[in-house]
Antibody
Framework: EVQLLESGGGLVQPGGSLRLSCSASGFIFSDYAMSWVRQAPGKGLERVSSLTNGGDQIKYAESVEGRFTISRDNSKNILYVQMNVLRAEDTAVYYC???????????????WGPGTMVTVSS | QSALTQPASVSGSPGQSITISCTGTSSDVGSYNLVSWYRQDPGKAPKVIIYEGTKRPSGISRRFSVSKSGNTASLTISGLQAEDEADYYCCSYAGFGTFVFGTGTKVTVL
């Protein structure tokens, strides 16, 4: 069974930093693209960032470009996102998502973790 | 990349059929047969119910069907049941390793 578990969320002040991690199990992590998707309270889903299985193709939403950095460690089956210069509008539940595309491509979100809450507030 | 447009809410009585539209552009929905649909219950993570345009994961009822015309994809729930009440999101591949979500639709069973 595919399992994804996010960690690292919490309360941070505006301008601060946070690193989220996602531990993956139940599938060959190095075969699949992964993404971070967020959902602000009471709002819809927003793709934050994605990367292919080997990390050679990386995409960011315009809203986080230059502030967030996605990465992965295929030897440890862990996905990361480093979030810097956080703003109030970054407050959201952040989901780790396994992609359903074959050959490690980014195509569509398939399996979701339970999410971790990030709150940016003074 | 702009979000795909969905109606904010759709409602129906038990046994009826409802349809949720998902309107994008020629750069996403109109260009790829790669629309997926998700159900999200309150406080839970989304769960895929349709992927790669028409495929249903194991365990997903055949009451969920899809169609597409031009830049608009649609999800139809037939034989509406109380348990179908949830938020539903569409998502389309948009090229160059990106995908975009719909605005979300709250389904209410009257």
């Amino acid at each position: 069974e595919v399992q994804l578990l996010e960690s690292g969320g919490g309360l941070v002040q505006p301008g601060g930093s946070l690193r989220l991690s996602c531990s993956a199990s139940g599938f060959i992590f190095s075969d699949y693209a992964m993404s971070w998707v967020r959902q602000a309270p009471g709002k819809g889903l927003e793709r934050v960032s994605s990367l292919t299985n080997g990390g050679d193709q990386i995409k960011y939403a315009e809203s986080v470009e230059g502030r967030f950095t996605i990465s992965r460690d295929n030897s440890k089956n862990i996905l990361y996102v480093q979030m810097n210069v956080l703003r109030a509008e970054d407050t959201a539940v952040y989901y780790c998502v396994k992609d359903g595309g074959d050959h490690g491509r980014i195509l569509y979100p398939e399996v979701w973790g339970p999410g971790t809450m990030v709150t940016v507030s003074s | 990349q702009s979000a795909l447009t969905q109606p904010a809410s759709v409602s129906g009585s038990p046994g009826q059929s409802i349809t949720i539209s998902c309107t994008g552009t020629s750069s996403d929905v109109g260009s790829y047969n790669l629309v997926s649909w998700y159900r999200q219950d309150p406080g839970k993570a989304p769960k895929v119910i349709i992927y790669e345009g028409t495929k249903r994961p194991s365990g997903i009822s055949r009451r969920f069907s899809v169609s597409k015309s031009g830049n608009t994809a649609s999800l139809t729930i037939s034989g509406l049941q109380a348990e179908d009440e949830a938020d539903y999101y569409c998502c389309s591949y948009a090229g160059f390793g990106t995908f975009v979500f719909g605005t979300g639709t709250k389904v209410t069973v009257l």
